[in-house]
C-alpha cells in the first residue's frame, strides 16, 4: 500500500469509526428512555389503580354500613355480577366473612392488621408469576356487631409484565438501527469516495 492510499484510507476509516460511535451512542440512548419511560408509566399507573381501588372499596363500605342487616347475604348483594374486583369481608378474628371464592384466614395478612390498627390500608403484593402484582385497599368497618374489614384486590401488570410489551418493539428498533449502520459504515461518503480520483488527477 503506498503513502498516498493511506492517506485516503485512513479519514475513510476515522469517518467509520465516528459512525459506529454515534450509533451506538444513540442506541443506548433509545435503550435509556424506553426504560425510563416504562417504569415512570408502570409508577404512574400503580398510583391510579391505588385511587381507583380506594373509592370502590369506601364506597362499598359506606353502603354496607348502612344496610339494616351486615351479613355475607347483603355484600353479595351490592356486587355486580361478574365482579372482576376480589371483594372481602373479613372478620375481627381474619376469618373470611363474604367472598366470591373461599379463602383462609387472613389475620396474618398486613392489609387486614394495618387497616384494623388505623382504619385503612394499601398495600402492593408480587404474584408468583412476576409479571403481575395484586394491589390491595381494605377499609375498617365499625358497626354494632363488631368491626369488619372490606378488602378490595385487582391485579395488574407490574414493570416486567410491561417489559415484555415494549421488548419486541425496542428489539425492532434496535435491528433497524443496526441494519442502517452496517449500510452507512459499509458506503463510504461521497466525498471520501471521490478524494482518491481527485488526488491522481493533481499528481498527473
Do not use: K
Amino acid at each position: 500500500m503506498t503513502d498516498d492510499e493511506r492517506r485516503t484510507r485512513q479519514p475513510l476509516s476515522m469517518t467509520r469509526r465516528y459512525r459506529r460511535g454515534l450509533i451506538l451512542t444513540g442506541l443506548l440512548c433509545a435503550l435509556a428512555v424506553l426504560t425510563a419511560a416504562t417504569v415512570l408509566f408502570q409508577r404512574s399507573y400503580a398510583e391510579r389503580i391505588d385511587n381507583y381501588l380506594m373509592q370502590i372499596c369506601h364506597g362499598y363500605a359506606a353502603a354496607y354500613e348502612a344496610q339494616d342487616t351486615h351479613s355475607a347475604a347483603t355484600l353479595l348483594n351490592l356486587l355486580p355480577e361478574n365482579c372482576p374486583l376480589r371483594i372481602t369481608l373479613i372478620d375481627t378474628d381474619g376469618d373470611i366473612y363474604a367472598a366470591q371464592t373461599d379463602l383462609p384466614n387472613h389475620a396474618d395478612r398486613p392489609e387486614f392488621q394495618q387497616a384494623m390498627a388505623s382504619g385503612s390500608a394499601c398495600i402492593t403484593r408480587e404474584s408468583e408469576t412476576l409479571q403481575l402484582e395484586t394491589h390491595y385497599y381494605a377499609v375498617r368497618i365499625d358497626l354494632p356487631e363488631g368491626a369488619q374489614v372490606l378488602r378490595v384486590g385487582e391485579d395488574v401488570a407490574n414493570i416486567w409484565g410491561l417489559s415484555t410489551d415494549t421488548l419486541p418493539l425496542l428489539c425492532g428498533r434496535a435491528d433497524f438501527a443496526r441494519c442502517h449502520a452496517v449500510q452507512l459504515v459499509a458506503d463510504p461518503p461521497h466525498g471520501a469516495a471521490h478524494q482518491p480520483s481527485g488526488r491522481a488527477s493533481g499528481h498527473d
